[in-house]
T-cell receptor, first 112, second 114 residues
Framework: SQQGEEDPQALSIQEGENATMNCSYK?????LQWYRQNSGRGLVHLIL?????REKHSGRLRVTLDTSKKSSSLLITASRAADTASYFC????????????FGKGTRLSVIA | DAGITQSPRYKITETGRQVTLMCHQT?????MFWYRQDLGHGLRLIYY???????DKGEVSDGYVVSRSKTENFPLTLESATRSQTSVYFC?????????????FGAGTRLSVL
């Protein structure tokens, strides 16, 4: 069963707005990762946040992690049409000794 | 991504036929994975391999067989295809501990079982 569950399932915003996606998980983790999937393509790694980190930035991406609530959020600032994709969180429970477990994803549409 | 290649990209087959999906990576990554992606279910792990000749079942392994005789190849076989196996299949790989368990995905194989 899925470890991570993203919320919302779908999100539609105007270009220039910020997009926030949330992920909840069930068990303790070593790290949490976010991936992007463009239509008809494979997943691409975006950012990783360790369990002892609370916030991480990469360009227009900001990820937060709250281990007490078992949740994470991905914020994309100043969105662009090219950000249109599905976004997945993935949890790593055991420092790489077990496979990542992916959520069902959030489909983001950025309207120009 | 040029480092991990899946073939074929599209496949149509009939129920009961055997089908093999190929996956090849050029990084010498130790771990390789097979997932299926279906609407409403996200990505589900079928099988994974920690090294050549070492494979483990994932969440939805029934009806699938894998092998890993060489580090760079990880074929997935549907022994007797069923309509429920119509899906998009993704192969992924990752390196050792220093790789932080970041996975690299192929472009996928869209399989239709009629």
């Amino acid at each position: 069963s899925q470890q991570g569950e993203e919320d919302p399932q779908a999100l539609s915003i105007q270009e220039g707005e910020n997009a926030t996606m949330n992920c909840s998980y069930k068990t303790s983790i070593n790290n949490l990762q976010w991936y992007r999937q463009n239509s008809g393509r494979g997943l691409v790694h975006l950012i990783l946040i360790r369990s002892n980190e609370r916030e991480k930035h990469s360009g227009r991406l900001r990820v937060t992690l709250d281990t007490s609530k078992k949740s994470s959020s991905l914020l994309i600032t100043a969105s662009r049409a090219a950000d249109t994709a599905s976004y997945f969180c993935a949890t790593d429970r055991n420092s790489g000794n077990t496979p990542l477990v992916f959520g069902k994803g959030t489909r983001l549409s950025v309207i120009a | 991504d040029a480092g991990i290649t899946q073939s074929p990209r599209y496949k149509i087959t009939e129920t009961g036929r055997q089908v093999t999906l190929m996956c090849h990576q050029t990084w010498s990554h130790s771990y390789m994975f097979w997932y299926r992606q279906d609407l409403g279910h996200g990505l589900r792990l079928i099988y994974y391999s920690a090294a050549a000749d070492i494979t483990d079942k994932g969440e939805v392994s029934d009806g699938y067989v894998v092998s890993r005789s060489k580090t760079e190849n990880f074929p997935l076989t549907l022994e007797s295809a069923t309509r429920s196996q119509t899906s998009v299949y993704f192969c992924a790989s990752r390196g050792g501990v220093a790789a932080k368990n970041i996975q690299y995905f192929g472009a996928g194989t869209r399989l239709s079982v009629l």
